[in-house]
């Protein structure tokens, strides 16, 4: 029998580099729609229950006091990462300067990746509800942090460990269904 007769007489077959491709396809496919319907927010943060990173920034232009890894050691605290670029943080702000003057929780401020100008600029403008305020302007303390974006929120205990990141915008909601609460149980 001939080559040409075996070849004549066989099935073809599928190719399989047509396969694979399309298998991967779907296997993505599968993992983006599983991915839309995560909620960002909820992204765990290797930080709690850990002590805050050791940093030590100066203060924002126009303010007295900087922020650093002492100032975060006996007192329940929030540290709020913002910036004038920020409009989800013009949002937020009206609720810190609201937590300020009712005097919650005391409220540090780590201005993330801001111009100084601007920074004092937006403080002057919108108030400042902020106890300390640091400048990280190269964004070295904010990754340190682990932060993902601005706005986010952390629950600093009393020894300086990290109880809780909140990722985006502090709304009433979050505030009142699980900061509030934890803070409360903070304190006992």
């Known amino acids: 029998m001939s080559l040409e007769t075996e070849l004549a007489g ?18 993505l496919a599968v993992l983006f729609a599983i991915g839309l319907r995560l909620d960002p927010r909820l992204v765990p943060s290797p930080l709690i229950g850990k002590p805050v990173p050791r940093f030590d920034l100066p203060p924002v232009k126009g303010r007295t006091l900087g ?3 002492g100032d975060l050691k ?9 910036a004038s670029w920020c409009t989800a943080c013009r ?11 009712d005097k919650v929780v005391a409220i540090h401020g780590l201005n993330y990746k801001d111009r100084p100008q601007d920074a004092e600029r937006w ?3 919108l108030g400042d509800p902020y106890t300390r305020t640091g400048a990280d ?9 682990g932060v993902y974006g601005v706005p986010e929120t952390f629950v600093v205990d009393r020894e300086g460990r990290i109880a809780y990141k909140h990722i985006g915008v502090l709304t009433p ?5 699980t900061i509030l609460p934890l803070l409360e149980t903070l304190r006992k």
């Open 173 to 177: 909601k979050a505030l009142e269904e």
């Open 137 to 145: 302007v190269n964004g070295r303390v904010g990754i340190d942090w």
């Open 67 to 69: 922020l650093a890894t």
């Open 123 to 125: 403080l002057a403008q």
């Open 91 to 101: 949002e937020e702000h009206p609720l810190l300067m609201r937590m300020s003057r």
């Open 74 to 82: 006996g007192e329940l605290s929030l540290v709020n990462v913002f």
């Open 10 to 27: 066989a099935k073809p077959r599928a190719r399989p580099a047509f396969v694979v491709p399309l298998l991967v396809f779907i296997g």
